[in-house]
């Protein structure tokens, strides 16, 4: 059996089927996927002589977005986030929104980055590493606040 070549010859599925009409196998003794296939066929069945498919170049799925984005990281810009915003607004996204603000508005091309992304950092408030809480006189809120979170690994 070691040098057989049954799976040419036939799939899987007709020689487990072979095997159940013969009653080499016992019906309760079939493989779970059986009944599974038997009710839910392939649609082309799978051959071992069958031809290998027409293989089609992948098209290249570029939007617009993707073209800013690149241009973000190239210059270094966009690859922080906060994880501590409930919003998961990202760095790139409001690059990105900026942008497209500074576009509508008829920014030249070449100053477009530049201005996006010194809008952005302008925009984050310079403690936005620290920890926010909802009730601000609870003994953890005071503790976290004095928490830095750029600072707090730094010893």
């Known amino acids: 059996m070691a ?3 049954l799976e040419r010859i036939g ?3 007709t020689r487990a ?3 159940l ?3 080499a196998v016992k019906p309760d003794d079939r493989p779970i996927w059986f009944d599974v296939y038997r009710a839910f066929p392939p649609i082309t069945e799978p051959k071992f002589a069958r031809p290998k498919p027409e293989s089609k170049p992948v098209r290249q799925i570029l939007y617009k977005e993707d073209v800013v984005r690149a241009k973000f990281h190239a210059q270094g810009h966009g690859i ?3 994880m501590l915003s409930p919003y998961g607004e990202t760095q ?4 990105i929104m900026k942008y497209e603000q500074l576009q509508q508005e008829g920014v030249p091309e070449s100053e ?4 996006s992304v010194a809008s952005v950092v302008s925009e984050r408030e310079p ?3 620290r920890i926010k809480t909802i009730n601000p006189e609870s003994a953890t809120a005071q503790v976290l606040s004095e928490v830095n979170i750029k600072h707090i690994f730094k010893e």
Do not use: A, P
């Open 3 to 5: 040098t057989s070549r």
């Open 11 to 13: 799939t899987i599925f």
């Open 17 to 19: 089927e072979g095997l």
């Open 21 to 23: 009409k013969r009653g």
């Open 80 to 82: 922080g986030f906060n």
């Open 92 to 95: 790139t996204k409001r690059l």
């Open 112 to 115: 477009i980055v530049e201005k």
């Open 127 to 129: 403690d936005s590493t």
